[in-house]
């Protein structure tokens, strides 16, 4: 065989490896990327503090949870945890895992446990969506569904960005805000969130009547927002 003939050979084998490198290469697809927003403001005190991130916890790992998430085309999402309250100030607490079952469920509910919380304020709901939106911007892959989940026990006060034009914004970019009434003694909060800071096709408030209900509202929450997927192919 002459040396070109070989060369042209070993190319055409070569383009196979080399297409399925470049497959290798691109951010694998999720059928759900979710940010998990999380009040951490000045009127959360430490108690109701710790059951919010135990819920979070428990939800996560619940078999429902996980249920919804295995019957994803891809059965698998991303999430992570922002926790907000101060102008400008909002942090993320536990960046972007990806879960695909009891295990990785496992230790995406461990990190949000151990997180140090953050340093907040007021409720600045905008400067909180703003910030979860960067956040799906950045993440380390695609999804159709991407969907801010906002959970708080008050009105939004001090956002450097107003609300309004944060949850337009999202919406916009594809992202849906889904809201978490706390209620307690702040009855009608949830009707104020449906007005103030849901946004996207399909958006929804649920409410939770203490912070010991949060866990039960955010699992429901949670199996309602994994499972709310649309018809037909998703990214590839």
Not at 134 to 148: F, G, K, T
Not at 197 to 215: C, K, L, Q, W
Request: glycine share 10%; net charge neutral; charged share 20%.
């Amino acid at each position: 065989m002459s040396r070109s003939a070989f060369g042209r050979r070993a190319a055409i084998g070569l383009a196979p490896a080399l297409a399925g490198g470049a497959a290798l290469a691109q951010p694998a697809a999720l059928d759900l990327l979710l940010v998990l927003a999380v009040d951490a403001s000045g009127s959360i005190d430490a108690d109701e503090f710790r059951l919010q991130r135990e819920g979070c916890a428990e939800a996560l790992t619940h078999p429902s949870v996980l249920s919804a998430i295995a019957a994803g085309q891809r059965g698998a999402i991303g999430a992570a945890l922002v926790e907000w309250g101060a102008p400008g100030g909002a942090a993320t607490v536990v960046d972007w895992q990806r879960v695909s079952g009891a295990e990785s469920a496992r230790r995406l509910a461990q990190s949000v446990v151990d997180a140090p919380r953050s340093p907040q304020s007021w409720n600045a709901i905008g400067d909180a969506l703003d910030h979860a939106a960067a956040l799906i911007a950045r993440a380390p892959w695609d999804a159709r569904e991407r969907v801010i989940d906002l959970s708080g026990d008050a009105p939004d006060m001090r956002s450097l960005r107003p609300v309004e034009a944060a949850r337009r914004a999202a919406a916009a970019r594809g992202i849906v805000v889904n809201a978490l009434a706390i209620e307690g003694s702040r009855l009608g909060l949830a009707g104020i969130y449906e007005d103030t800071v849901i946004a996207g096709d399909g958006a929804f408030v649920m409410a939770a009547e203490s912070r010991a209900d949060f866990a039960r509202a955010m699992r429901a929450k949670l199996v309602r927002e994994i499972a709310a997927r649309p018809t037909g192919p998703g990214p590839v």
